[in-house]
Every structure is written in C-alpha cells, then in structure tokens.
C-alpha cells in the first residue's frame, strides 16, 4: 500500500524517536539521581559463585529486628530444645541508627537470585558507610552464633547445580547426639584432640599472628566401626559447625570440586570420607613409580572410564585426581575464606599417597583403633551405666588378645529387652570375644578386606 522508500522512512523516523525517548529517559534518570538526596546500596546473595556473607548478616540482622513492629513473621524452631524464633518477613523495613533513618529493600531478579538494596540520605554517608554497615555485620553475626543451626551439606552432582550456582550443596539440619564424652577412645589422645581443636577456635588472632590461613586439617584412620564418622560428629557438636559431606563420586573433575569448596561457608568441617577409594587413579602423582600390577589395575579402570563414557555413564564416576586435591589444600584452600577444617578418613592409611598425609598437608593423624578395655569403658558407662561389674576382669584379659571394633563392642552392650541388663549384655560381649558369636566377626573381616562399607550416618540422613 505505501510505496518501499515511505515505509524505509516511517521505519527510520519510529527508530530515532525511540533512541531519543531511551536517550531523554537516560538523561532524565542521572538528572534525578545527581539531584536527588539519597544514595543507594546494593548488596547481593552470591558474588560470582561465592556466597556472599555480608548478604547473610543483613538478612539475620534485619530478621531479627522489631520483631513486635512487624505485621509480617516467619516463624522457626531453631532445636527442637529452644522456643519458637520469631522473624519479620517484610520486603520493605526502616531502620534507625544514631538518629539516621535508612531503608532496606530485598529485590529477587528473574533467576531467584536476592539482592538487598540500602537508600539513606547522603549526609548520612559516612556514619551509615563506616559504623552502621559495621554494626550490621556484628550483630548478624552475633545472632547467628546465638541461633546457629547447624546443617548438614551434601554436593549435589553438577547437573542439577541450576544456572545460577545456588544449588551446589543441599542440606538438613544436622542434629547429632555424638559428644566428646561419648567417643571411646585412649583418654590421653582424646585430650590432645580436643586441645587442638579449641586452639583452633580460639586461635584467630594467633592465625593473624603466624601469618598463616584459620585452617586445620586431620586425617581420620583406622579400621571400620571403630568411630572416624562419629568423632566428626563429636568436633562439629563441640565446635558448634555445620558439616559439608563431599560426595566425591558425584564429582566430574577438578574444576568442579574448587567449585564446591569454595561454595563452603565459615566455621564448617569439610569431611572426604574413604579417601583412599574416592580418587581418580589415572590422576596420582606417583602414577610412574607403581609396580606392574598397579599398572595394569589402572590400565583396567582407564579402558572402563573409556568404556564408560562411550556409554554416556561417566557421571556415575569421579575424575577427581589427588594433584586436584593437594591444590586445593595447597592453593586456593588457603585463600578461600577463614575457620575451616577439612578431615579425610580412610580405613587403610598404607593405600593413601604419601603426598596427601605428608606432615603440613594435613595437621594431625588420629588413628581410631581397634576396642582397648579403657574404651570399652566408656562404652560400658555409656550404654549400661556401669562404672565397675565383676565380669570386667575376664572382659579385660579377653580385650588384650582379640580385636574388636567398638561398633561391635556397642552392638552387644545395647539393650535389648525395655529394661537395661548389665549381666546379660556383658555376657553377650563375652560370647562375642570368645568367638562363639562367630558369624559377627567373619562378616566384620570380610567387609573389612573387601572394602564394604558400613552405615554412614550423615548420607543415610538424606
Ligand atoms: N570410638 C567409639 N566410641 C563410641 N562409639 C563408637 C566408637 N566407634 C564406633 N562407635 C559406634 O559404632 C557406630 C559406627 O561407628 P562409626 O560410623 O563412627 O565408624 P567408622 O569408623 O566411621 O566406620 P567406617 O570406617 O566404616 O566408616 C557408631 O554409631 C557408634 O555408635
Ligand atoms: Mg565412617
């Protein structure tokens, strides 16, 4: 209907008068922004893949403020043993500090991704720029140690991490009845582990001192059921820290593990459980110095990686090399955040590459042993509330000559009928010891030598 170069001239003419409606909008906006009277603050949930902690005091502090002002709360139970924690549940809240009015706001973008925004006057800048954020950040923290829940992480596999990185870990609260008290082991070591461990928490300052990253690391060994899993328990009750669980089969390489721990938040315990069944062969370091047979095992396992993703299975498996891992402990673990302890089990120290356990890597070696009769009583104390019974003598010589893990020791103290029966139980546990209770041990020796593993009781939470 309209002849071409009309409808070239209409289309050119709607252009330019869009360009100049978005460069009039442009203008007008840093025209009000120069004019107006207030600055703004934002503050997002996550930098790059980093979460970002600042966002997490604002949101406690201002979660926990004027609760009694509030029209909207959000109620929560933080343990089952405390009452009710009361937060507000606005988008918009007004604050007030040394007579400064300012206004938070949280925004969520088209990705799920929050980003609390702060308006305050701008002859408020600097008392809201250096003692209020200040404060904030001191008092969230402060709330959050009173309230702290602590969680258990598990990494979830890479394909299902979403496009904005929000979902590399899942978690539960973690709420585990383990305690020092209750770890039967050599009382001496229990009391060197438990020095360490406070000096750690304690030893901020110390850390700054030294020059050295807050961070400590133990390698857990020791034959199965004999309490790795529990005394990690144990540490994150006494320290009050949440747990990161790393599933590393779950992971496909390197990259991605430097990914997760760096997805790790403070004041947590970094477990590896099985160290030495959890790492990619083909990738360790002293490959070139192992003996033909070793060869050939990972000539095997290289054909079935092949083998397996040709068959698209490869996720089933992790390419995590042990170079990646001493990296990261080496590297990025020492520059990624502060007050983290990383722990490595293995039930077989022998298999484990030196370069991993070499002393410096990891802080300290724990070895969980087979039951000794000072553990057993504990374990005695523990389920039968026994302090001495007559049959501790014969319990005692037997423990010298028989190896038992404490699991097993456990199993035969725990009570079977509604009524707790010492004389029963501890003639259950000499029945055990003596081998009449043969079927136990073969299954314990068998799982042992071929790396069954026994309930682990964080993934068996999930
Ligand atoms: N030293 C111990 N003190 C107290 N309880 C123990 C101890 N060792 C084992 N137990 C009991 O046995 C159960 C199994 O122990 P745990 O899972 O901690 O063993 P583990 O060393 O982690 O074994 P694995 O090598 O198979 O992972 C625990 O639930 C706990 O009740
Ligand atoms: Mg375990």
Same mark, same amino acid.
């Given at each position: 209907f309209f002849p071409n170069h009309l409808k070239i001239a209409i289309k050119e003419c709607l252009i330019s008068s869009i360009q100049q409606f978005t460069f009039v909008q442009r203008l007008s906006d840093r025209f009000i922004t120069f004019f107006s009277p207030y600055v703004e603050i934002k503050i997002s949930q996550y930098d790059g893949y980093q979460y970002n902690h600042a966002f997490a005091s604002i949101e406690t502090y201002l979660g926990e403020k004027a609760t009694h002002k509030a029209k909207h709360l959000r109620a929560s139970q933080v343990k089952e043993s405390k009452d009710l924690v009361l937060k507000r549940d606005d988008t918009r809240t007004r604050d007030e500090y040394k007579g400064v009015n300012v206004w938070w706001e949280i925004e969520t973008d088209s990705e799920g991704f929050r980003t609390y925004k702060l308006t305050f006057h701008r002859r408020s800048r600097d008392i809201v720029t250096d003692s209020y954020m200040k404060h904030i950040f001191e008092e969230g923290k402060l709330i959050d140690a009173k309230n702290k829940k602590m969680k258990l992480y598990t990494n979830n596999p890479s394909s299902s991490w *979403?496009? +904005?990185?929000? !979902? &590399?870990w899942r978690c539960i609260d973690f709420e585990h009845p383990a305690s020092f008290d209750t770890v039967a082991m050599d009382s001496k070591k229990k009391e060197e582990i438990l020095n360490d461990l406070a000096a750690f928490s304690n030893g901020k300052e110390y850390y700054k001192k030294i020059g050295k990253a807050w961070k400590r690391g133990y390698l857990l060994y020791g034959?199965? *059921? $004999?309490g790795k899993s529990t005394m990690i328990a144990a540490m994150a009750n006494l320290l009050n820290y949440s747990i @990161? %669980?790393? =599933? &590393?089969? !779950?992971?496909?390489d390197n990259s991605e593990l430097r990914k997760l721990l760096i997805g790790t938040a403070s004041k947590s315990i970094i477990v590896i459980e099985d160290i030495d069944c959890s790492l990619d062969p083909t990738g360790q370091r002293s490959f070139k110095k192992k003996k033909k047979k070793k060869k050939r095992f990972l000539m095997s396992w290289k054909k079935e990686k092949d083998k397996d993703q040709e068959e698209g299975k =490869?996720? +089933?498996?992790?390419?995590? $090399?042990l170079s990646g891992l001493l990296n990261f402990i080496d590297g990025i673990w020492s520059a990624c955040g502060q007050e983290r302890i990383i722990v490595f089990t293995t039930n077989h120290l022998a298999k484990l590459d030196p370069a991993l356990i070499r002393r410096g890597r990891m802080d300290m070696h724990i070895e969980l042993s087979y039951c000794t009769f000072e553990a057993f009583k504990i374990l005695a104390k523990n @389920?039968? %509330? &026994? %302090?001495?019974?007559?049959l501790y003598t014969k319990i005692e010589s037997l423990l010298k000559e028989t190896k038992i893990a404490p699991a097993d020791v456990a199993e035969n103290l725990m009570k079977k009928k509604s009524e707790i029966d010492a004389d029963g139980s501890l003639n259950d546990l000499i029945d055990a010891l003596e081998g009449k209770n043969a079927q136990k041990a073969t299954v314990d020796e068998s799982s042992e030598k071929h790396g069954i593993k026994r309930f682990n009781p964080f993934r068996n939470l999930f």
């Open positions: *979403g496009p +904005n990185k929000t !979902a &590399l034959p199965p *059921g $004999t @990161y %669980d790393v =599933e &590393l089969t !779950a992971i496909k =490869e996720e +089933n498996k992790s390419f995590v $090399t @389920y039968l %509330d &026994l %302090d001495t019974h007559p």
